[in-house]
């Protein structure tokens, strides 16, 4: 049985105005008139929408500030779904939904620009991570990711992008105010670092990562250690090279390694990525085993399978504050089911 965990990145959209924030010189007015002439037909469905938000496009970065201007101005915040959000029961939002919906939390925002880029054929991940904005108050440490975005890679180098941010934000009664802005397109990664704190350092861009300690020191701390001398403290470039050249299965685990070893006091984000390398052998195995060597293969992948989900188990006891309940349920129940798995195909093997 696959039983995968699903978590939302959630965040109170900021409508502070951050001074400083840059972008890739370009004159987007022309791109930017067309995505607001999208035709409604088009509108629907992702595929004829891209196809028309690229099609007067001169080059890439008009490309995506298309796909940023449109998002922008017609997806509103979902402010009922975040209310309501319950990580153990939400199920992902297509992007072709979050067209029909025309509303969506930060995930849907991000996955509906990543999809854009992939119909456009440019390189684009969705990124998790810790942020600072609207109703935030300091913290002593950050344990769970609360915000998605993306980066894009154009010209062979790599841009960070919040179209979650750039749409606008909530007042002080919880209503989303529909307010277009620039600042994070492209934005500065010095400047985008201040209140988006990646759970992998490699995608802040930066060679210098600001640590997560500093991060929760507050913004003075932040922008101290960005004005320490030039050092080649991480290779961001080669970290996602060799991000990209794993087999898709070995990717989240690779990205779950790098975010626990940047932030200890996060290990549900390692224990996920252990469920999920857990569940992709699982699944790996035939459900017919036509021979005795087949199931000598089977058992060694389920027992592989059982050592993550033991050490999914050990890093999920570290919390203690009932944060990551849901991942403990599953975990349980994964468990089971897989001990259950070994042990049938080991009475096999007598």
Excluded at 284 to 307: C, D, F, G, K, Y
Aim: aromatic share 10%; glycine share 4%; with cysteine.
């Amino acid at each position: 049985m696959n039983v995968r965990a699903c978590t939302l990145a959630i965040f109170l959209i900021s409508l502070i105005v951050f001074p400083g924030l840059a972008s890739v010189e370009q004159d987007y007015e022309k791109i930017d008139i067309h995505a607001r002439q999208a035709p409604e037909k088009l509108q629907y469905d992702v595929k004829k929408l891209t196809a028309y938000l690229v099609k007067p496009a001169r080059n890439d970065y008009e490309k995506v500030r298309s796909f940023y201007v449109w998002i922008a101005d017609n997806i509103a915040y979902d402010v009922q779904l975040f209310r309501h959000y319950n990580p153990s029961r939400y199920q992902q939002i297509l992007p072709d939904d979050v067209l029909k919906r025309k509303k969506a939390v930060c995930q849907g925002y991000a996955d509906l620009f990543q999809e854009m880029c992939r119909l456009a054929n440019i390189s684009s991940y969705v990124v998790g991570g810790y942020s600072k904005g609207f109703g935030y108050t300091q913290k002593k440490v950050f344990t769970t990711a609360d915000h998605a975005w993306n980066v894009v890679r154009l010209e062979n180098q790599w841009h960070l992008v919040d179209v979650t941010w750039g749409s606008g934000g909530l007042n002080d009664k919880m209503r989303f105010v529909k307010e277009f802005s620039d600042d994070y397109f492209l934005t500065d990664p010095k400047v985008f670092v201040i209140n988006h704190l990646p759970l992998e350092p490699m995608w802040q861009l930066l060679e210098c990562p600001v640590p997560v300690t500093a991060y929760a020191k507050g913004d003075a701390a932040v922008q101290q250690h960005l004005t320490k001398s030039p050092q080649q403290c991480l290779d961001y470039a080669a970290l996602i090279a060799s991000y990209e050249s794993k087999p898709a299965v070995e990717r989240e685990l690779f990205a779950a390694e790098q975010a626990y070893a940047f932030n200890p006091e996060n290990p549900v984000v390692l224990a996920r990525g252990y469920m999920n390398i857990a569940n992709q052998l699982m699944n790996s195995i035939p459900r017919q085993l036509s021979s005795r060597e087949a199931i000598v293969e089977a058992t060694a992948t389920q027992e592989e399978a059982v050592t993550y989900l033991k050490e999914a188990e050990q890093l999920l006891n570290k919390v203690k504050d009932g944060s990551a309940d849901p991942e403990k349920q599953l975990i349980k129940a994964n468990l089971k089911t897989s001990e259950q798995n070994l042990k049938g195909l080991k009475n096999a093997l007598k």
